[in-house]
């Protein structure tokens, strides 16, 4: 495979999921770490990425105010932002992660809505507080620099505290039979912290990242009371969720 090709497809990876380990990427492109991180550092030399320890980053989950950082499938996010609004009611406590899709969903609720949001992402909180008649609260920890999410004994003990009526998260893999999934441990127990914490969970994804596996479980499908993407709930793509008393496909 020549140097081109595997940048190209490095740029997808890191704009679907946000972030990648050069692990992961040499497993799938086949190559040595030594490659991979060669590959990393001329990405990052060009402005197309951000490398952080371990991988890398996109450029918009990092810096998501800035307009010069076209965000991945962003017509399919406001798709998915606009269904999930719809599960908002007057007064809820609702619990949501980080990424670029709940950075949507943030940007997009309607300013007549009041209700408590809880974030353990800083970029959300920033987001969620243009919105005069919500409550925000961000639950604080040390940062994980790779997700822009808190992580920590700290912030699980919070979230454990609290009993929302909806969590809101997004997953790097999803599939039927290994259910959600992705490769940063610290990332994965803060999740399942918001899952166990929370009434009702809705997980957001667009329809590329379907059957892709990443290293840890999060949880199983049965687990999650909302599927939420940008298809329809009848599209072939969905058949294997369907059928099942959870989760609602949206």
Known sequence: MLKEERHQIILKEINLHNKVYSTDLSEKLQVS????????????????????????????????FNSQNPVYALEAKHVIADKVIGLFKKGMMILVEGGTTIMEIAKKIPADLQATFLT???????????????????????LAKSANIH???????????IKPDLCII?????????????????????????????????????????????????????????????????????????GAEKPVLL
């Open 170 to 242: 997004g997953t790097n893999g999803i599939s039927q039979e290994h259910g959600l999934t992705d490769s940063d441990w610290e990332v994965v127990q803060v999740i399942k912290a918001m899952i166990r914490a929370a009434k009702k969970v809705a997980v957001v994804t667009i329809a590329e990242k379907f059957n892709s596996v990443k290293r840890i479980k999060i949880a199983d499908i049965k687990d999650i009371d909302y599927l939420v993407t940008e298809l329809s709930p009848n599209s072939p793509m969905l058949a294997q969720y369907n």
């Open 120 to 142: 353990v992402s800083p970029q959300v909180a920033l987001a969620l507080a243009e919105h005069e008649n919500i409550e925000v609260i961000s639950i604080g920890g040390r």
């Open 33 to 64: 770490e030594d490659t991979i991180r060669r590959d990393l550092n001329e990405m990052s030399d060009l402005g197309l990425i951000l490398k952080v320890h371990g991988g890398a980053m996109s450029k918009t989950f990092h810096y998501p």
């Open 151 to 161: 992580t920590g004994a700290s912030v699980i003990y919070e979230i454990g505290n």
